[in-house]
């Protein structure tokens, strides 16, 4: 985190670390430029980038919740409306074209008004591009859709859309079981394949008997095995499970001692810091921007 000198307000600075090749940074710079557009109460606010000695870094909205990772939210009517906060996100995004590719309890962020936002949606689907599943993270590919992992389950089509829709599903019921729904020792480090195989091979996650039939049926139509049966988030925003009446205010659900299997830094909102500036080709004015970061922030 860090604060605006003048202001005190704060902010969230993600760094990605490492020799990023110059065809990923110029997509990375152009994908930054895109997203600083992208307004949407579900949605961690992207305020700019800059570059310094070789890292990229990042300014984002802080989230003074942290993650959703490691929560158990039990009371259906408060899952419910973490779900169509996140749905809404993520029908914004759809209908700019945008896939996240990464959505999962670490992407999740709450704050203290209950508020939750989409964390991670571009700069994490342009290096996932750039990586093998195999060498993702363990905590990436826990939440991959199975046509994803294995293309022949779906003839070699990948539909990333419907793709975002399992990851979310498999997130919101791990948010009701309070452990991966796939098994707590799954996604850990050297589990790989037995990881891959439950994904790809075993039936889909299922909600659990005590859970009611509205809930059921949502995580059954998010889970669904072939891509094409699964709802698009607008339609499911229709689901009589997210429809409901809005629920009263909860306080933010504590961490669950079970592990979840990915384990990224919680990133991101507040109110809105001073944009970069960005040439007109989309490239960071990263000499200027330099220069009002170190005058600014401490």
């Known amino acids: 985190m860090v604060r605006h000198r003048s202001t005190g307000r704060p902010y969230a600075l993600k760094v990605l670390y490492g020799n990023h090749d110059d065809a990923v940074r110029r997509q990375i710079t152009r994908e930054i430029a895109i997203l600083r557009t992208a307004e949407h109460p579900a949605v961690v606010r992207c305020h700019g980038m800059y570059e310094q000695a070789g890292e990229l870094q990042i300014l984002l909205e802080y989230m003074d919740g942290g993650s959703l990772e490691g929560r158990r939210i039990a009371n259906e009517a408060f899952l419910a409306d973490v779900a169509r906060q996140v749905l809404s ?3 914004y995004l759809h209908r700019r074209h945008i896939v996240h590719r990464d959505i ?11 508020r939750v936002k989409i ?7 342009i290096l996932n591009q750039t990586m093998d599943p195999c060498n993702s993270s363990v905590g990436t ?8 992992i294995n293309t022949d389950l779906n003839d070699g089509a990948y539909d990333g859309y419907a793709g975002d829709i399992w990851s979310f599903g498999l997130s919101i019921l791990e948010f009701y079981l309070g452990r991966f729904p796939l098994g707590e020792n799954l996604g850990k480090q050297g589990d790989w394949a037995a990881l891959m195989c439950a994904i790809c091979y075993s039936d889909s996650p299922a909600a659990p008997p005590n859970a009611s039939p509205e809930f059921k049926s949502f995580i059954s139509c998010c889970l669904q095995k072939n891509p094409a049966r699964r709802p698009s988030a607008a339609q499911l ?4 499970f997210v429809a409901g009446p809005q629920p009263q205010p909860q306080p933010p659900p504590a961490p669950s001692r079970s592990r979840s299997p990915p384990r990224p830094p919680a990133a991101a909102a507040a109110p809105r810091a001073p944009s970069f500036m960005m ?7 990263l000499i200027r921007a330099r220069a009002w970061m170190d005058g600014g922030w401490h």
């Open 89 to 91: 996100g993520i029908a």
């Open 104 to 114: 999962k309890p670490s992407n999740l962020l709450i704050d203290s008004r209950n």
């Open 119 to 125: 964390a991670d949606f571009g700069v994490g689907r």
């Open 141 to 148: 590919i826990a939440y991959m859709s199975p046509e994803r």
């Open 237 to 240: 925003l229709q689901h009589r």
């Open 279 to 285: 040439n007109s080709d989309g490239i960071p004015a």
